[in-house]
Each structure stands twice: as C-alpha cells, then as structure tokens.
C-alpha cells in the first residue's frame, strides 16, 4: 500500500455488468439511469460495484471510486443526468486507430438535445456517491465528472444547443445555466458528505499548437477567437473550483489525450498549454498523462513551482497495454519530475482509467490488477513509504 499511488478513477467491467451496458448503448428509447428498462441491471449494478470496491481494497488503495461501473461513458451520463436528451447519432467520437493513422469510430450514443434548463438537483450521482461511501466504509473515496470546461466546449460546438437555432442563443445563456446547474450539483454532493470531486477533462490539447489534430491550429484559424474559448474554458472550471472549496471540498482534475478501446484521440503537449491550463486553473490536485511522447517533456511541471500547494499526479504507467512498466525506467522518470517539483507533492498513477467507456481498454481484468500492483510497488520504492 502506498498512498503515492493513486488511480485516475475507472476498471474494466465484468461480462455480466456488460451484458447490460451493451443493450443500452445501441438504444434511445431508454430513459437514464435505465433501471426501469432492464430487469435486474439495478441489482447486477450494485453487486458489481460492492465487488470492485471490495478489490480496490484488496489490493491497498486508498482513494476508492466505484470503478466508473455506473456510468456508460466518462462524461455524458452526467449531462444525462442534468436532464439533456440522450440520443444516437449517425457516428460516434472517431480515434485514432493503433496504426496511428487510421480513424476509429466509437460508439454512437453521444448526440445531446436539450429542451429545457439543465439543472444539478436530484441528480442520480448523489446516489452513486451515497452507495460507493457506504461500500467504502471508512475509506477516502471520489467521485468523477466531467469539467464543466469540457461540456461547455462540446454543447458550444452544436449548432442544435448553442446558437439561432439552438436552445441556448448565445454563449453567456450556454455559460450561466451549466455553470449554475454544476453548482447545484456540487451543493448536494457536499450535503451528502462528499469531500473530493474530480473534474476530468479531454479538450485542453486542442490549444496546443503542436496537435496535429485540432481545429484550433493552422494558419486559417482566429486567433483571438481561440484564446476567447480558452478564457471561457478555465473561468468556468475555476468557478466552479471556488464554489467546491466555499463548500470544504477537495477539487482535482485529469487531463486526458483520448483513451477508447487502447486507442487516443490527439496530440499536443503541455509545454504548449501550460501557461493556460497548468498554471492558470485552481484545482489541488492534476492527473496528467505522460505515457507516451505525445505529451512533450518534463519542463511544463515548471509552472507548478509557482503554486506551492498544488499536487501533480504522474500518469507515467499506460492503462492502454499488456505488459507492465520497467521500474527503472519509471523510477529516472520520477527522479527528473522531483528535479522540478518536490517529490512531497508528487504522485504515481496510469495516464487514464482502465475503462473511460464501458467496453474498456485492450487488456484483461488480470493485467489491469497487475498494473495496479505493480504501481503501488514503484510508488512504495520510490517514496519509501
């Protein structure tokens, strides 16, 4: 056990969980959180999370989530649950396949309409927060959400939610209402008892100027208008931040490349966002993902020496792969991070959850209880807890 190590929130799913997620994700004639529409997936549900938590245990983790088995995918049973329409659309997300240039096309259930106000009361997390602490017993546990950054950013982009046509005609009407739903949300966990939230968040890299993949880069591009986004991006999240420590909770956050089915989804590194991101938002805690060269070196951590009281959780393990990590190779890694910021305010984790969706990532339940293993023992080598 080591309390350097940490994970950024999701496992893989067993078959009889997925029996059921399965059904839902080729229907939207079903109404979240879908308990009515499937006998007995309520019950499979709830026996499948006390499992998970009972395992995180086990194997000596001391922050513990439910494995993300109550969600479908990472962000949009959120929004769901705000009271946005669920519906399929004629494609899903598309990733780059494993050959690095190929498209990947994920599911399809990922269209949103709204007809009405989003709203954070009555929202079914609470009760997914209130069984996961009551399955933890005296264990820390967090929930996960989407940033509010990374859904304002997708309903902007919809001409269906935002704009003449859209429920939402302006920017500051989409702005005001996420933002106040998030709050009352965020309300209602701290009522219930809750003590960290994180905030996850996969649109960062598209303001780096080395990501090949972004519609925020080239020359055709307004300037201006992209650091107008980024501002609304992190003034969002940051009230949000201020209202969750108003309350006495914990904020963190993880930044994600894109992780579906072992396969990501852009590039850009952090040295290119650092000075907005990094150093601009007011999260305790950043998950960031550095398994693999696409994030640039080590030298964005430098924004971090000017905030002391922030702690940076290094996603140098891949939840993408088979095999595992070479400890020596893990161990220079951290050495060079701690060259920059004290190894105090460092932690060790896999750049992603094991399962950011519910079909998971390319490896079995074994390896991935491996992986963990293994990263509790390179965290206790290394802190020499």
């Not at 309350?247 to 590194?269: D, E, I, V």
């Not at 390319?362 to 509790?376: F, R, S, Y």
Request: glycine share 8%; with cysteine.
């Amino acid at each position: 056990m080591s309390k350097r190590f940490q994970t950024v929130g999701s496992l893989l799913r067993p078959e009889k969980l997925l029996a059921y997620k399965r059904q839902i994700e080729n229907r939207d004639d079903i109404a979240y959180p879908f308990y009515n529409d499937f006998k007995g997936y309520k019950e499979v549900e709830t026996e499948c999370v006390k499992d998970v938590v009972n395992k995180e245990i086990e194997h000596g983790l001391i922050v513990l989530t439910d494995g993300e088995y109550t969600k479908s995918m990472w962000h949009l049973d959120f929004v769901w649950g705000l009271g946005a329409k669920r519906l399929l659309a004629p494609h899903g997300y598309y990733f780059i396949d494993k050959d690095g240039k190929t498209k990947f096309e994920t599911r399809r259930d990922i269209k949103l309409e709204i007809t009405k106000p989003l709203s954070g009361k009555n929202h079914h997390f609470i009760y997914i927060y209130k069984q996961l602490k009551g399955f933890a017993g005296n264990h820390d546990v967090k929930l996960t959400i989407p940033a509010p950054a990374h859904i304002f950013g997708e309903l902007s982009w919809s001409p269906e939610i935002l704009g003449p046509k859209g429920f939402y005609k302006t920017k500051k009407d989409l702005f005001d209402n996420l933002l106040n739903a998030y709050k009352e949300f965020v309300f209602e966990y701290a009522k219930a008892g809750g003590k960290i939230l994180q905030c996850d968040n996969c649109l960062w890299e598209l303001f780096a100027s080395d990501n090949p993949n972004s519609p925020f880069t080239g020359k055709a591009v307004d300037k201006e208008e992209v650091k107008g986004l980024a501002k609304d991006f992190i003034a969002i999240d940051n009230a949000l931040v201020d209202y969750g420590h108003s309350l006495g909770l914990k904020m963190w956050t993880h930044n994600c490349r894109g992780n579906y089915a072992s396969r990501h989804m852009g590039g850009g590194s952090y040295i290119k966002i650092a000075n907005l991101f990094l150093k601009q938002l007011k999260y305790d805690r950043f998950f960031l993902e550095w398994d693999d060269e696409r994030a640039g070196t080590l030298q964005a951590l430098k924004v971090f020496q000017d905030k002391p009281t922030t702690e940076i959780v290094l996603g140098f393990l891949s939840s993408k792969t088979h095999g595992l990590e070479d400890e020596d190779k893990i161990i220079t890694k951290l050495n060079q991070a701690s060259q920059i910021i004290p190894k105090s305010r460092l932690y060790l984790s896999h750049q992603c959850g094991f399962a950011s969706c519910d079909d998971g990532n390319e490896l079995t339940e074994a390896e991935q209880w491996a992986k963990i293993d293994k990263g509790e023992k390179i965290a206790k080598d290394y802190w020499d807890e």
